[in-house]
């Protein structure tokens, strides 16, 4: 991804974010500082632990022969099934010997220039709560499980470890674009909701889907969504599903073919070309898609999740 900086080309000082680019309102809490870290991970409590190793468990069950082969791997590798959630210190010094990575505590969902800066530094922030039993199956803000088990045992691949920084570094120039919404959409499409090809079949790398039960079937087996081969102008270009099963998933060869679409492209033609909102609908199919699986989008043509719709 072709880089633009906004002050430090080494990516040491957090960015700027320029006059009239849209970011979320979000309220810094009065106890941490603009990097937005919190001073420790906070100390988990055993009912906290139990929902851990339940979350663990069930997504095992469910895993195996639908997680693509470096999450399995990375899982190993971290041992994250030792019992209770993980310590980020420990986690840190693993995937600093591996890939030259951390995992570091943040409050809540922090802002985009400030994620970026994280992920150009490679230190992976993650919310320094887990979700109760209340909200087991479904909570709207990543929590520890969330980003820890879906994302960090990726991070432990080289490849993909390398394709993380360089989309941190990236948000420099959507940033100075005003192109958020763009970037964000390709995240969402990849790192979120992506699918692989490996020679067993498609399989799961996005951590959206790795961290929940309904999804990872859905996103395999179902008929309802479609299956597209990943063009980054054409994900970039499309709406996206944030409180429901997607209408439409997109695959990728590997983590190199990942890493050459996106690092090696001048992003800035890309910006330039885009319009303020999105092209394409989340459930559309377009003359110049490579389809592996037009889907019949019954699930969301008969109410989605808000119906109780089956997930077909």
Known sequence: MAVQTSS???????????????????????????????????????????IWNDLFARQMEILPGRACSAFMAGLDMLDLGRGGVPEFGLLSQELTRLTGWQVVPVPMLIPDHVFFWHLANRRFPAGNFIRTRETFDYVQEPDVFHDVFGHVPLLTDPVFADYMQAYGKAGWTALQRNRLKALGALYWYTVEFGLIREEAGLRIYGAGILSGPREAVFSLEAQSPNRLM??????????????????TYFVIDSFADLYHQTVERDFGDIYDSLPPGFTYANSAVIDTDHVLHRGTQEYHLCGGRGSDAAPV
Do not use: C, N
Request: aromatic letters at 8%; proline letters at 10%; zero cysteines.
């Open 8 to 50: 430090s080309a080494d990516f040491t000082e957090l960015p700027v974010v320029p006059a009239g680019t849209f970011t979320a309102p979000l309220r810094r809490p009065a106890h941490i500082g603009e990097d937005w870290l919190e001073p420790q991970q906070r100390s988990y409590d055993s009912d906290e632990d139990a």
């Open 230 to 247: 990943l063009s980054v102008d054409r994900a970039m270009r499309t709406d996206y599903v944030i409180d429901d099963l997607q209408p």
